[in-house]
């Protein structure tokens, strides 16, 4: 591991949004020799024209919160084509935001992907070449890559999609009828929403981006919160009056505030120290807060080196997304480091302090809600893109020491108390370095 992060420099993506030279180069050679081939072939095999799309493929193979931030893109989809159904093609890791959206028909999950956190290399193509092929016997009008990516553009192409719109900096562009404009830096959800001006559509940048929650998923979780903290009065029995109880359960009980936390992370770069949280959740529980920590059974056991508490419980792997939203609808304060979770805190609307590591942008990445604060440790190798920190003491994390996050999350819950309902559109967004609010640039 190298000893400083003065040794180590920011991650420079260039013309290609990829991070490794070997990827930025192999789809360097592959555009050159696509824009060759492409004139001639689309003089022999012009595109299918079509007006109005009938049917329309959204392509998603990423992760969880990946997911949540394409939420405003389906919506407006929906809005502009009231008639057309909006199918997608989700990864296993993101295919439940999907599912529990009324404004898409069906939700396809790709049995492999090459966002998995530790992708095999072995049978790619082969996979590219299948999963494109179960596309064309829809006959899908239009399709839409969120991401930016070749092989995701590779897919549409071999699916025989009529209209393909995308992003030229992920490559393969020559196979778009549509290439949106990029702009390095900006907001995913803004770029997502740029994919539709090429379809005639203006977007609009003030939805959220909603995990759509049922009245059985928090009926669910109000259950759940009394079980773990019954109070007085508690009801007993079946039938629709017990369920409308669960549903308002909690509301107007005289409960301690509740801290939802998210300990891991998808990568162990964005990971905040286990020894870190530890310092930090006994503070809360001292301050007489009860803890609820959430995730999925793939996050680390870091619960079990916590002390046992009786306002402290553990339903990481024990929630589905929408259950988990429907929880953070009902919290006071989500702490959580740069994963899926922070952003279902962000459609819940609950107050956040989500903790960035050096990884990526956070103008670029953070949750969509001003609601959520982000802070990070300023490093010198900020961006780095890596999935495993080289140093070894992982400074962009370590440095967040656990008494400023929660001086910064107590500064969040006073500041939002003085000004009242605060809006969970999307700006102004605000991001912290170090103690102080910087207005974000």
């Known amino acids: 591991m190298t000893g400083s992060p003065t040794d180590l420099k920011p991650v420079r993506t260039g013309r290609y949004r990829y991070s490794k030279l070997r990827w930025r180069i192999l789809v360097r050679a592959f555009d050159a020799a696509g824009g060759l081939v492409a004139p001639l072939w689309r003089r022999l095999r012009p595109?299918?024209?079509v007006a109005t799309p009938r049917r329309i493929l959204v392509v998603q193979l990423d992760h969880l919160g990946d997911a949540v931030l394409s939420a405003p893109l389906i919506a407006q989809l929906r809005a502009a084509y009231p008639e057309a159904e909006i199918d997608v093609l989700a990864s296993p890791s993101n295919h439940e935001v999907f599912e529990a959206d009324a404004n898409v028909a069906r939700v396809r999950v790709a049995e492999r992907t090459w966002f998995e956190r530790s992708p095999s290399r072995r049978g790619l193509v082969a996979e590219v070449w299948r999963l494109g092929r179960s596309l064309r016997d829809a006959r899908y009008d239009l399709g839409i890559d969120v991401r930016g990516d070749v092989l995701s553009i590779l897919v549409?192409?071999?699916?025989?999609?009529?209209?393909?719109?995308?992003?030229?900096?992920?490559?393969?562009?020559?196979?778009?009828?549509?290439?949106?404009?990029?702009?390095?830096?900006?907001?995913?959800?803004?770029?997502?929403?740029?994919?539709?001006?090429?379809?005639g559509i203006t977007p609009d940048f003030g939805d959220r981006a909603l995990v759509h929650v049922r009245?059985?998923?928090?009926?669910?979780?109000?259950?759940?919160?009394?079980?773990?903290?019954?109070?007085?009065?508690?009801?007993?029995?079946?039938?629709?009056h017990v369920a409308e109880a669960r549903l308002h359960a909690e509301q107007f009980r005289p409960h301690p505030p509740m801290l939802a936390v998210h300990l891991g992370a998808g990568t162990a770069a964005k990971r905040w120290p286990k020894k870190h949280w530890k310092s930090l959740l006994e503070r809360f529980l001292d301050?007489?807060?009860?803890?609820?920590?959430?995730?999925?059974?793939?996050?680390?056991?870091?619960?079990?080196?916590?002390?046992?508490?009786?306002?402290?419980?553990?339903?990481?792997?024990?929630?589905?997304?929408?259950?988990?939203?429907?929880?953070?609808?009902?919290?006071?304060?989500?702490?959580?480091?740069?994963?899926?979770?922070?952003?279902?805190?962000?459609?819940?609307?609950?107050?956040?302090?989500?903790?960035?590591?050096?990884?990526?942008n956070p103008i670029q990445w953070r949750?969509?809600?001003?609601?959520?604060?982000?802070?990070?440790?300023?490093?010198?190798?900020?961006?780095?893109?890596?999935?495993?920190?080289?140093?070894?003491?992982?400074?962009?994390?370590?440095?967040?020491?656990?008494?400023?996050?929660?001086?910064?999350?107590?500064?969040?819950?006073?500041?939002?108390?003085?000004?009242?309902?605060?809006?969970?559109?999307?700006?102004?967004l605000e991001v912290a370095y170090e103690p102080d609010y910087n207005p974000a640039p």
């Open 215 to 240: 009245d059985e998923d928090r009926a669910e979780v109000a259950a759940r919160l009394l079980q773990a903290w019954p109070g007085r009065g508690r009801r007993k029995g079946r039938g629709p």
């Open 367 to 428: 949750p969509w809600s001003s609601r959520s604060l982000v802070i990070r440790h300023r490093v010198p190798c900020r961006p780095c893109h890596q999935k495993t920190c080289p140093l070894a003491d992982h400074p962009c994390m370590t440095g967040l020491t656990p008494d400023r996050v929660y001086k910064a999350a107590r500064r969040w819950l006073s500041r939002a108390a003085r000004r009242g309902a605060v809006p969970v559109a999307p700006a102004p």
């Open 156 to 199: 549409l192409a071999i699916g025989g999609v009529a209209r393909r719109v995308g992003f030229a900096m992920g490559g393969g562009s020559f196979l778009l009828t549509d290439v949106a404009e990029w702009a390095r830096g900006r907001h995913e959800v803004r770029s997502r929403l740029a994919l539709l001006e090429p379809l």
């Open 287 to 360: 301050d007489g807060w009860r803890v609820v920590i959430v995730g999925g059974p793939e996050d680390p056991p870091l619960s079990r080196s916590l002390r046992p508490h009786e306002r402290l419980v553990d339903w990481s792997g024990r929630l589905s997304v929408r259950q988990t939203t429907a929880l953070l609808e009902r919290a006071d304060l989500f702490i959580g480091a740069d994963s899926g979770p922070a952003h279902l805190a962000a459609s819940a609307g609950v107050l956040s302090v989500i903790l960035f590591s050096g990884t990526n």
């Open 47 to 49: 595109p299918r024209e």
